[in-house]
């Protein structure tokens, strides 16, 4: 949606970049809430290296100080998100991708039910 694309424009610049991220968040329709998904930049890594064994990667991939650099940059937006969510009464939930997935699809259904 329109809150993941910050993911792409930053990425694109290479930068954590905080007035982009609000001034963006200022200019688009405000969402009812969001679903975050967290995980440690470990096991990121470990998905990305089990995906290269089925071609589903892209080009930075393949290097891996890149590919830390643009979790961690990824991070940095998220908490972002959520401090931005915060002060504009967006509602969130955050799912621990290393819990059950089950789980999690669970909450994820509870989170939006009450919306």
Same mark, same amino acid.
């Given at each position: 949606? =329109?809150?993941?694309?910050?993911?792409?424009?930053?990425?694109?610049?290479?930068?954590?970049?905080?007035?982009?991220?609000?001034?963006?968040?200022?200019?688009?329709?405000?969402?009812?809430?969001?679903?975050?998904?967290?995980?440690?930049?470990?096991?990121?890594?470990?998905?990305?290296?089990?995906?290269?064994?089925?071609?589903?990667?892209?080009?930075?991939?393949?290097?891996?100080?890149?590919?830390?650099?643009?979790?961690?940059?990824?991070? =940095?937006?998220?908490?972002?998100? =959520?401090?931005?969510?915060?002060?504009?009464?967006?509602?969130?939930?955050?799912?621990?991708?290393?819990?059950?997935?089950?789980?999690?699809?669970?909450? =994820?259904?509870?989170?939006?039910?009450?919306?």
């Amino acid at each position: 949606g =329109m809150y993941q694309k910050i993911f792409s424009i930053c990425e694109k610049i290479n930068q954590f970049n905080e007035e982009l991220i609000y001034g963006y968040f200022d200019n688009i329709k405000k969402p009812k809430g969001l679903v975050f998904c967290d995980n440690s930049t470990g096991k990121i890594i470990q998905n990305i290296e089990t995906r290269k064994h089925i071609g589903v990667t892209r080009s930075f991939h393949y290097d891996k100080r890149h590919v830390f650099d643009v979790i961690e940059n990824q991070k =940095m937006i998220v908490e972002k998100c =959520m401090q931005y969510c915060d002060t504009n009464d967006v509602k969130y939930i955050t799912l621990d991708m290393s819990n059950n997935t089950i789980e999690n699809v669970n909450k =994820m259904f509870e989170f939006i039910n009450n919306l």
